[in-house]
């Protein structure tokens, strides 16, 4: 059975009673604007009522075998990567790079849309790009918002495959920071993975265990402490100060120092460091020493950056 047949749930009866374009405006509101041919039919259109409605202009064809209504907001991103992984068919998975933005832990750039299928397929279909897998664990393929999609754990490990170790070590980050994934949940993937491409540089990513970072200059900065064999501290944790809650980019609790990274996305509008100057002030006034890192002093004085450190660490 197809993924279009298994999201249908309308009875018989609900068809019967109701005009056929009103049923296909419902099911499409819920499914991101997409149908496919399989639920048309469900739907109760035949193949000449759906090719009436692509002439009359009411449904848009996407692919061979999926279609857009018609009148709704243009496809959301979303709605794109349903599309694509209607198009492979039950055995399509979103996976990749797109997977990876549909989890939120990459950047989308406009590029084809990566769905993996299991078995063997020569079908190309224009903007998907297509992976071939012999088989897919069950504990990789998800279900959310009506798309077949690779774990966190699973996109990880097929980035692991084409992205450098600098894009990879971002991504892992950015998963763990967004709870998208644990260490635990890398670690299990791994272990059955054996023969994967991406094995090795996902292994050597996370191999120091947990680094939750929110940027690339906290990127910047961890590698800085790791290289110079600073005791790594606790990343992004979770304090409860004043009746607020704090989490300073970096924090050693015992020595009761922080770190925070200034990068300009998250601290160049003025509410942002207003918000910036009040953690600042919560924390040294339960006596914690803050040290601020911005890019410049990062990359160009990184001597000087960890001598401020070690010189707040005592050490």
Known sequence: MSEGVCRYTGSRTQQNDTPPDVRLARHAAHHHGVLSIH???????????VAVRVRSGRLHRVHRGVYSVVGRPALTLTGRFVAATLACGERGVLSHFAAAAYWGFLAWEERAIDVTVVGTSNRRILGVRAHRARRLHSHDVWLRDGIRVTSPARTLLDLAAFLPDHALRRAARQAQAERRVSIRQVAEILRRSSGHHGVGALQAIVSDGPAP???????????????????????????????????????????????????RRW????????????????????GYRVVRVTWGQALARPAQTLARIRAALGS
């Open 267 to 286: 601290h160049d509008d003025p509410l942002t460091r207003g918000n910036d100057a009040d953690k600042q002030a919560i924390l040294e006034a339960h």
């Open 213 to 263: 970072t929110r940027s690339e200059l906290e990127d910047l900065l961890l590698d800085l402490l790791d290289d110079a064999g600073i005791e790594r501290p606790e990343i992004n944790p979770r304090l409860r100060l004043d009746g607020r809650a704090i989490s300073p980019d970096y924090l050693w609790r015992r020595e009761r120092v922080a770190v925070e990274a200034d990068s």
């Open 39 to 49: 639920e048309l039919r469900a739907l109760g259109l035949d193949d000449n009522a």
